[in-house]
């Protein structure tokens, strides 16, 4: 049984292909990176995942279930969770509401109950205030909990963000761009939390990232995409070395 | 300034978040109930209508303050509300039967008004739900076996359990009591996940659905929420006028609703009761005006020109709406002497569009 | 019958046609667009009935004056604003359109009466084979397109016009460029006011000069949703679709249907295309 497998996928807007045939497979419990130069069609495959965008050809299987014919929040509810390029937060909300909101596939009780608050809400909100509470243990949250998130820096926000697809409890974690727009220390940090998200929590990552350093220091094995076709596939090592990644980030030597 | 020291999640489930809190609310639950002793018939009759559209603000905090929609259409729910409890009541049901069918027909109407809702947004959106009021208006003129038309329907006053609650002491009780229980409810949603997942669509739609929200199923839950909180204010409001007829449920009563949230401060449950007040308690304030104005200027137009005034004033100046300068005259004291002019500014930015290009 | 539907329509796409042309630059839909024009016609009254001008005289007059009501208007009000959500902007245009038909009422000579504006063409008819023409309608007809026809060769060929649909396409775009995105805003409402001006002129022997009679630009909703919101020959079409669906209602269906059947057709429209028949479709990047 594959665990995460993407099949001869692809889209076109208008007469543009933005992402065409690509097919790869993603192990459990490993973190499979997707690199490109901008505009390659990293982003699109990852909305195509969520099925933000109908595809036009090819299928996604997770765990050997097809999600063609679901709707974007049932990718959810399938355990498949993930992060935006730009931030994508529940802006005036507090960071406890943004990750509670990620809890909210684990959803127990109904609109009745909850419209008295019966005994069971209470019991069943407190269960998800404790799952949180953990993701906010692990990310180091705790100063911001009760910030609203729109005050916060962006460096705090993308933690945030990272916080609320992980409190979702997914079985796969798509992560775009976790360290656009982060200083050295930061994509450090995030660096770290990527591997222990890996080896602790058991949650298998496909990310999208530009920063080699840090596609080379988590990802077991990366995608080079160009132009929307995949180019090269292995280890971050062969990846670099492959003569058509270089030439589709350098150009073609004279 | 008051520090919290918290000691278990339970605390932050709480309604009431510390002592303060309930003493101050406890002293308002005892002034409004000794009110009717206190207030003559005239402040009383001003205090139903005050009761009775906090239930409509709140409803419509629930849609716009909450989950993001706009609605130009509630007028309509209004109508239904109290259309079916004056059929309902004529033909002998008790209140008690025919207050929840009021709010479950309204619910229903709400529920297919949020169907084009999933589709629509913004501008198109208050369009469809103003093209569905004038609509609903229209159908209650000219159905006229059931509405009795533009003749309307005359309703007598509740009674229930061997209570009469035709006179003003009574019906206010019983207003207060559907406001409180109204205002627990949506408290009680707003700390739950039904309440978190109308935010998060209010916010971002797409990071939503991305955390599992289903946005078909809330937003419809919202529209249909949202007009079984106005039905109850329509059978309310029924009875209250004691006569309905269709020029009562107009385009120009939604906008009047509407203003109730943007009034009060969007987003603030305790703005929908405090935009109720001044939505009922300005028309008031015009008309002793009028006794000192020149006849020209205090003609029928003088309520149109200070209503919108004080709508465009408000948006310009005090966009948290009553609420929100409530919320920055009191942290001006909490913090006298460091408070800071731009604690509550907003950004200046350049318009955000969504089109795709 | 046909004809009368496409006169009444062609009053509704001009006022549609304010509402694109404000909706094209900024994204919000002035809800006092049926308030500009009633104050349009109170304009064109008074320089007509009251000063005695002629009729091409008072339409410019009318224009002019409503130009600079609506760059008045956008500095006063919508320019605090600017960037802020739909919601928002929406609600200030209804509070100015409150203001316009409250302030009417106080100004001496206008007040809450119901006046006529005299025009040239009054109630002539004549006859083609067996069609019957009535010159107002007619009249209505060819200033509108001649309007229409100004306004593409102004878009299309002066440098405001092309920095006006810069302004529209990308604002952030535009004033890197170095358009004044604030000014043109201005210029945008100034135009549109003028346009709603336009139609109160029109419109005036139809339904006369009266301080309500703003709300049948409730009607010109529907015409600007049908066409597309951001597009102008949508707001044409729109306007011609619920005119003539309104005669031919008011003609073939039970009493009553006249007045929601525009309504009626919008609920539709957006059902199926939820940004009107020449709307772009939206879609959020991330």
């Not at chain 1, 997707?34 to 699109?44: D, H, L, M, Q, R």
């Not at chain 1, 992560?175 to 939390?193: I, K, Q, R, V, Y």
Request: charged share 15%.
């Amino acid at each position: 049984m594959s665990f995460f497998k993407v099949d001869n996928l692809g889209i076109r807007f208008g007469g543009v292909v933005a992402v065409d045939k690509v097919s790869f497979e993603v192990k459990r419990g490993e973190c499979y990176t997707i690199i490109g130069p901008n505009g390659a069609g990293k982003t699109t495959i990852f909305n195509l995942i969520g099925l933000l965008y109908p595809a036009t050809s090819g299928r996604i299987f997770l765990e050997d279930r097809e999600l063609t014919g679901f709707s974007p929040h049932q990718v959810a509810d399938l355990g498949i969770a993930r992060t935006f390029q730009n931030i994508e937060l529940f802006e005036h909300a507090t960071v406890l509401q943004n990750l509670l909101i990620g809890r909210h596939r684990h959803r127990k009780t109904s609109l009745w109950q909850e419209l008295i608050f019966t005994g069971a809400t209470r019991r069943a909100e407190l269960a998800q205030r404790e799952a949180v509470e953990k993701v906010i243990d692990f990310l180091d949250l705790a100063k911001v909990r009760d910030s609203l998130v729109a005050g916060l820096p962006y460096g705090v926000r993308k933690v945030v963000e990272l916080g609320r697809a992980l409190a979702t409890e997914p079985k796969l974690l798509l992560l775009d761009e976790p360290s656009s727009g982060l200083n050295p220390e930061e994509t450090d940090d995030m660096a770290f939390w990527i591997e222990d998200i890996k080896r602790h929590l058991g949650v298998t990552v496909l990310m999208v990232e530009h920063d080699m350093n840090l596609v080379s220091r988590v990802s077991d094995r990366v995608l080079a995409l160009n132009l929307g076709s995949a180019i090269a596939e292995g280890t971050p090592a062969e990846v670099q070395a492959h003569p058509a990644v270089i030439e589709a980030y350098l150009g073609k030597a004279a | 300034m008051r520090f919290l020291f918290k000691t278990g999640y339970a605390q932050d489930l709480r309604l009431f978040k510390h002592g303060g809190q309930v003493f101050w609310y406890g002293l308002l639950v005892a002034l409004l109930l000794a009110a009717p002793f206190a207030v003559g018939e005239y402040g009383m009759s001003q205090l139903h209508f005050i009761l009775i559209y906090s239930i409509v603000g709140l409803g419509l905090m629930l849609l716009v303050g909450f989950t993001g929609q706009i609605s130009l259409g509630h007028a309509a729910f209004l109508a239904v509300g109290a259309y079916t409890e004056a059929l309902l009541q004529a033909r002998g049901l008790p209140f008690f039967v025919s207050l929840p069918v009021a709010a479950l027909l309204s619910g229903a109407l709400g529920w297919v008004l949020g169907l084009p809702a999933l589709r629509l947004k913004g501008t198109y959106l208050a369009i469809a739900t103003l093209a569905f009021n004038i609509i609903v208006e229209e159908v209650t003129a000219r159905w006229e076996g059931l509405t009795g038309g533009n003749s309307g329907l005359h309703l007598k006053p509740i009674e229930m359990f061997g209570i009469d609650f035709g006179g003003d002491a009574s019906f206010y009780y019983l207003c207060l009591a559907l406001t409180v229980l109204s205002i627990l409810a949506l408290m009680n949603l707003l700390r739950s996940p039904t309440g978190r997942a109308f935010v998060a669509i209010r916010d971002s739609e797409i990071s939503a659905s991305c955390m599992g929200v289903n946005l078909a199923t809330y937003k419809t839950m919202s529209f249909a929420l949202s007009a079984a909180f106005t039905g109850i204010a329509g059978a309310l409001y029924a009875h209250k006028v004691s006569f309905i007829s269709p020029e009562q449920f107009t385009l120009l009563q939604s906008i009047e609703l509407i203003t109730i949230v943007i009034l009060g401060g969007v987003g603030f449950i305790h703005g929908a009761v405090l935009g109720a007040a001044f939505v009922i308690v300005l028309p008031q304030l015009i008309s002793i005006a009028k006794d000192y104005l020149p006849s020209n200027i205090a003609g029928s137009g003088l309520q149109a020109v200070v209503f919108g005034l004080v709508l465009i004033g408000f948006i310009i100046f005090e966009p948290l709406g009553l609420y929100g300068r409530w919320l920055k005259v009191r942290t001006w004291f909490e913090l006298f002497p460091f408070y800071r002019r731009g604690m509550f500014r907003r950004q200046k930015s350049y318009m955000k569009s969504e089109r795709l290009k | 019958m046909l004809l009368a539907g496409v006169a009444q329509g062609c009053v509704y796409a001009l006022v549609a046609l304010g509402f694109v042309l404000i909706y094209k630059a900024t994204e919000t839909v002035n809800f006092a667009q049926g308030d500009l024009m009633m104050l349009g016609g109170f304009f064109a009254l008074t320089s007509s009935v009251i000063l005695g001008w002629p009729y091409w005289a008072t339409i410019l007059f009318a224009v002019v004056a409503m130009a600079a009501v609506g760059m008045l208007i956008e500095r006063l009000v919508l320019r605090p604003v600017l960037g802020q959500p739909a919601f928002t902007v929406v609600m200030i245009t209804i509070g100015v359109g409150y203001v316009l038909r409250g302030v009417v009422t106080m100004i001496p000579g206008w007040g809450t009466e119901t006046y006529t504006l005299p025009t040239p063409f009054s109630e002539g008819t004549f006859k083609v084979g067996e069609v019957i023409f009535a010159v107002q309608q007619l009249a209505v007809i060819g200033m509108t397109a001649a309007l229409v026809a100004a306004l593409y060769v102004f878009f299309r060929f002066s440098k405001l016009g092309v920095a006006m649909q810069a302004t529209s396409q990308n604002q952030l775009a535009a004033a890197y460029m170095g358009i004044p995105v604030r000014r043109v805003n201005m210029m945008i409402w100034g135009l549109s006011a003028g346009v709603a001006a336009f139609a109160g002129i029109l419109l005036a022997p139809v339904t006369f000069v009266h301080s309500n009679m703003g709300f049948i630009g409730l009607k010109a909703f529907p015409a600007a949703v049908v066409g597309g919101f951001g597009s102008v020959p949508g707001a044409i079409v729109g306007g011609l679709i619920i005119g003539l669906v309104e005669a031919f209602a008011g003609r073939y269906m039970p009493e009553g249907f006249k007045d929601v059947a525009a309504y009626v057709v919008v609920l539709v429209v957006l059902m199926f295309k939820p940004s009107g028949i020449f709307g772009e479709t939206a879609r959020k990047k991330v």
